[in-house]
């Protein structure tokens, strides 16, 4: 088994090798924080888009559809508050002209014997405290202090004191005195609308896709059945201006997000709605190939809370390069409501005939928000489903995607390229799979190499036609990705079988 810094190259180099994704704008040099989905990137992430929307739109009665408009009316960001507050904490290296999240740049001083000696600082990372030691030690040798040196406590760069900016060494020279104190820098995208390049012309690109939930709440109210508790979905692509993109797809600068508003009565236990959708994420993860034994769960700090925000959990993943989030579940009680009914002066008063005190029928919802980021779940399923095995004295590499999510669903082979019926017959039963499903074709080289380069794209069939099925039963040999076993089977019991296994 690779360790984690060569599991996150290696998925990166599958990714680039068989066209899953790309830098965006290679030719160019790339352009930090962008990337492409290739030929099978963009079918591994239209699946889980569309498993999603299957699992949580489809198959429930309280959930409806949206998709909104990436630009809204600039008003919506003011009264959302991400004009003002959409913003991290920016540090620069003067001397570099590095830029760094501050909240994501650790420092802590180096004590020695009792004495304080200077300063040492990591980027945030799953062994960064290991780092910060070996950089301690670093110190002390170079210093040449004798005696015991203390316990290495990490702080965040936004904890850290006026006097300490000019004593925390940059993380790119190494040196102290370059760091700038933090700023806020907002991260919201801009353009502008119209002919006009002015103030009052200025947009925004969406940061998230839930804004658009709340403008529209007032129009599905109206114009749907919905009644209270019920939910409005939204996949679409979300920008934000990151300080420092990296871990490939992890932290980009366009992406998508889908995302639930789902409105509650003020009166209802919103605990007990929050801690259902976290149950129900969790398993949705499980059943897509996101394994609940490598997730878990971070619950906000309430000191770290927004003001307006009751509570908000983490679904966070073991990634190759430490955990980290892949959805928040956040309870934001009516804030986003109310301050769209402020700064437009329309209504969003929802009348709900089913409560039974009169007094406290009209009301302004509450919600409950499960905030997913497809790009996250894209790099959470490859890493779940890589591996690298030895099959038959033959290193292979395979993706265990579930069939659902696999990009394509089966392999069609005839056994030899040679044989003009063989390949008619395999041709056919490839024309009659794709009418249903992705399926691949592939004629070329020996049989285990064809199996090997389907295992490595994570398709979890693999149909072989050959002599028997001419000459003898008419069956085709059906092999199975994960377990390798093969069985015989007919034609129309391979296409019941791939339904139940594919469309569940
Ligand atoms: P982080 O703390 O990692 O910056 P966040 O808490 O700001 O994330 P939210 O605003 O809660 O993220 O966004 C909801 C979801 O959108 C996240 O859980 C994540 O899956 C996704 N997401 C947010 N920012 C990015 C990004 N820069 N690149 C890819 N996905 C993102």
Not at 34 to 59: C, S, T
Not at 204 to 221: C, D, H, M, S, V
Not at 309 to 318: C, P, Q, V, W, Y
Not at 452 to 479: A, M, N, S, W, Y
């Amino acid at each position: 088994m690779n360790d984690k810094e060569t599991l996150m190259d290696d998925i990166v180099n599958l990714c680039k090798r068989r066209g899953f994704i790309f830098p965006s704008s290679e030719i160019y040099g790339g352009y930090n924080g962008f990337f492409d989905y290739g030929p099978l990137g963009v079918e591994l992430k239209n699946n889980i888009k569309k498993a999603w929307w299957q699992d949580m739109v489809h198959r429930r009665d309280d959930i409806v559809g949206l998709d909104s408009t990436i630009i809204h009316h600039p008003m919506t960001w003011k009264a959302s508050g991400h004009v003002d507050n959409f913003t991290d904490p920016l540090v620069d290296c003067r001397e570099s002209k590095m830029r760094y999240r501050a909240d994501q740049l650790f420092f802590a001083p180096v004590v020695v014997a009792g004495e304080k000696i200077g300063y040492v600082s990591v980027l945030e990372d799953g062994d960064m405290q290991e780092k910060a030691e070996e950089a301690a030690r670093d110190l002390k040798r170079r210093l040449a202090k004798q005696g015991e040196l203390a316990p290495i406590v990490l702080k965040d760069y936004t904890e850290a004191k006026p006097d300490e900016y000019a004593l925390i060494p940059s993380p790119a020279t190494g040196k102290p005195g370059s760091l700038t104190p933090p700023r806020a820098f907002n991260m919201m995208f801009q353009t502008y609308v119209g002919a006009l390049r002015d103030e009052t012309a200025i947009a925004y690109l969406r940061p998230e896709t839930a804004q658009g939930i709340f403008i529209n709440y007032k129009n599905i109210i109206d114009t749907g059945r919905v009644k209270i508790p019920f939910g409005i979905a939204q996949i679409g692509k979300a920008f934000r201006n990151e300080i420092n993109p990296r871990n490939f797809i992890f932290r980009s600068r366009e992406f998508e997000q889908m995302e639930i508003e789902y409105f509650i009565s003020p009166k209802a236990d919103w605990k007990k709605i929050h801690q259902e959708w976290i149950e129900y994420c969790m398993n949705w993860f499980d059943g897509i190939g996101i394994p609940k034994s490598r997730l878990s769960l971070y619950q906000h700090p309430k000191e770290k809370l927004a003001h307006y925000s009751k509570g908000t959990t983490d679904i966070m993943f073991e990634y190759p390069f430490g955990v980290q989030e892949l959805q928040g579940i956040a309870a934001r009680g009516n804030f986003d409501l109310t301050q769209h009914q402020t700064v437009s002066g329309k209504s969003m008063e929802y009348f709900d005939d089913r409560e039974p005190n009169k007094d406290d029928r009209k009301y302004i919802p509450h919600v409950i928000e499960p905030s997913f980021g497809v790009d996250r779940i894209v790099l959470a399923v490859l890493t779940a489903a890589y591996a690298e095995e030895e099959v038959e004295g033959e290193k292979r590499v395979v993706l265990r995607l579930h069939p659902r999510l696999a990009p394509y669903k089966a392999a069609v082979f005839p056994l030899v390229k040679n044989k003009p019926e063989l390949v008619e017959r395999a041709e056919n039963l490839y024309r009659r799979l794709k009418r249903r499903w992705n399926v691949f074709y592939d004629a070329a080289g020996a049989i285990g190499r064809r199996y090997r380069r389907q295992d490595e794209i994570g398709t979890p069939f693999g149909i072989t036609v050959d002599f028997d099925t001419l000459e003898k039963d008419g069956k085709v040999t059906l092999r199975d990705r994960d377990s390798l076993q093969q069985i015989r089977i007919t034609e129309d019991e391979l296409v019941a079988y791939l339904s139940e296994k594919i469309d569940g």
